[in-house]
């Protein structure tokens, strides 16, 4: 294999437009296949969730999941596609070893639905992604590449097909062509994927976790040269499977088409595998076109014709779309949008609410959880909700701080002392003996204590520089561990200076 060439990110945005286009599948969370009875549960033993049906085996016949009907018609209604009135499934026709009827079920020129768009924003611009399409196919087995170093076919011993997941209801979502993105390309393409696992997440219809491949993604990029009217030649990078890699797959691309272009060479219209060592991609196999597959109406599988009734029924089961909620939270806990992006950006919005539910007010729940819980999440190198603690647990904390037992410092303690298994808060302020010193007498005694040692200052607060009383108050603190109110501290030492 040559080394591959790329022109400098930079330098090709200055040169050429990119054009993108995303294809994501999404595998529905139903309890059976898309056209039998068999279970879907991930991690099986291979080959233990399959019948006639999914295996393909003569005389055996389809019937439709109304529970994946609803799930897609769901996600379409959440994209604001159209939902069409009458449709057929068609077969795709192609070999692969793991696909045991030599054709997939899916959907051709009759998509279920069409004509949808969603909007992702990039550093605070909004992007408007037109959704070509939504039509519900089958997936297909699984294919282990035994003995190569890299799990892929090249230099493999032999290979094993497990047929469990073969037939599970599979979701296609294809967006139109998306333009004028600019240097922005890679990171709208990872907002739109991002943004479409938020949405379908928020419909339960998927766990949509892409490194399970519940959720997968196809990334289609193509040049075309500054000024141009046509459209360059796109490549296909297959089943990118994290956020991350959908951003390097993009850059990565357009990086290798520029040099390719510039050098007076042609893009090949193929398929392409994402590395996620190097950040790059090389060639797979050149792309079919749809001629290739001789598709036909599926004669085994009744037309599908939802009624308007039932369409409406499920519009009326959709949630707060993630959009929304965000809106409606950035209202009511007062945010920026510069504050918004980062809780959503650090996936602290839930964790909040959360807290919010259990009792704590939304400006000490932000707080603690983007500022010493991200810190601490940032420290083990885990996502915050990895954390091991629960948003009742923060509100319990912040209950603690509102009623004065204990202050942010001793809070902070509580804190490390759940994350290191110590037990709830309550148990970790019991076991750590971490209450806030609120015996008036106990205190008054430390404060008296520290005016004595500290003569000079205290003249100077008698004296009225009342800021002096600062270093008062830090004394206090230092005094008592930690465990002192130190507004209350404030107030008697104030008290006892005569200048309250
Ligand atoms: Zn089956």
């Not at 294809?23 to 296949?33: M, P, Q, V």
């Not at 959704?131 to 190569?148: A, F, Q």
Request: net charge negative; aromatic share 4%; with cysteine.
């Amino acid at each position: 294999m040559s080394t591959p060439t790329v022109m400098k990110f930079d330098e090709a945005l200055v040169r050429f437009e990119p054009v993108l286009g995303l294809e994501t599948h999404i595998e529905l969370g139903t309890a059976s296949k898309m056209f039998c009875g068999c279970p879907t549960e991930f991690g099986a033993e291979p080959n233990t969730q399959v019948c006639p049906v999914c295996l393909g085996l003569p005389g055996s016949l389809p019937v439709a999941n109304r529970a994946a009907i609803e799930g897609i018609i769901k996600i379409g209604l959440a994209l604001n596609c159209e939902i069409v009135e009458w449709c057929r499934f068609a077969r795709k026709n192609y070999f692969y070893p793991d696909m045991p009827k030599n054709y997939q079920i899916s959907q051709y020129d009759e998509p279920l639905c069409v004509d949808g768009h969603l909007e992702v924003e990039v550093d605070g611009e909004v992007f408007r992604v037109e959704i070509e399409r939504v039509h519900m196919e089958e997936d297909t087995g699984k294919s282990l590449h035994v003995g190569g170093a890299t799990g892929r076919i090249h230099g493999a011993d032999h290979s094993l097909v497990d047929y469990n997941r073969a037939g599970i209801p599979l979701v296609e979502i294809v967006t139109k062509p998306i333009t004028a993105t600019g240097d922005k390309a890679p990171l709208v393409a990872r907002a739109y994927v991002t943004e479409l696992r938020e949405l379908v997440r928020s419909l339960g219809v998927s766990d949509v976790r892409m490194e399970q491949g519940s959720l997968r993604c196809d990334v289609n990029v193509s040049l075309m040269p500054r000024g141009a009217s046509e459209w360059g030649t796109r490549t296909e990078t297959k089943n990118v499977n994290s956020l991350r890699s959908v951003e390097r797959a993009v850059r990565s691309e357009i990086e290798r088409q520029a040099a390719v272009l510039d050098g007076g060479g042609k893009i090949v219209q193929e398929t392409r595998h994402f590395h996620e060592d190097t950040g790059t991609t090389t060639s797979g196999r050149s792309k079919e076109e749809a001629q290739d597959y001789r598709y036909f109406p599926e004669p085994d599988l009744v037309p599908m014709a939802p009624s308007r009734e039932w369409v409406e029924e499920l519009r009326a089961t959709l949630p707060e779309l993630p959009a929304a909620r965000r809106r409606r939270v950035q209202g009511e806990w007062g945010l920026s949008d510069l504050e918004l992006r980062d809780v959503v950006n650090a996936g602290a919005l839930d964790l909040i609410e959360e807290t919010v539910a259990a009792g704590a007010d939304a400006g000490a729940a932000r707080k603690w959880w983007m500022n010493e819980l991200s810190r601490r999440a940032t420290e083990k190198g885990v996502e915050l909700a990895e954390l091991p603690i629960e948003p009742a647990q923060v509100a319990r904390v912040q209950e603690m701080v509102a009623a004065r037992e204990l202050n942010d410092k001793l809070a902070r303690q509580v804190f490390e002392g759940v994350l290191a298994g110590e037990g709830g808060p309550d148990e970790v302020v019991a076991a750590r003996g971490l209450r806030i010193v609120s015996d008036e007498g106990a205190l008054t005694a430390i404060v008296d204590r520290v005016i004595a040692d500290n003569a000079a200052v205290a003249d100077k607060v008698r004296g009225g520089k009342v800021a002096a009383a600062g270093a008062l108050v830090g004394a206090v603190m230092k005094a008592s561990r930690g465990q002192a109110d130190a507004g209350r501290a404030r107030e008697l030492i104030l008290e006892r200076l005569g200048v309250s």
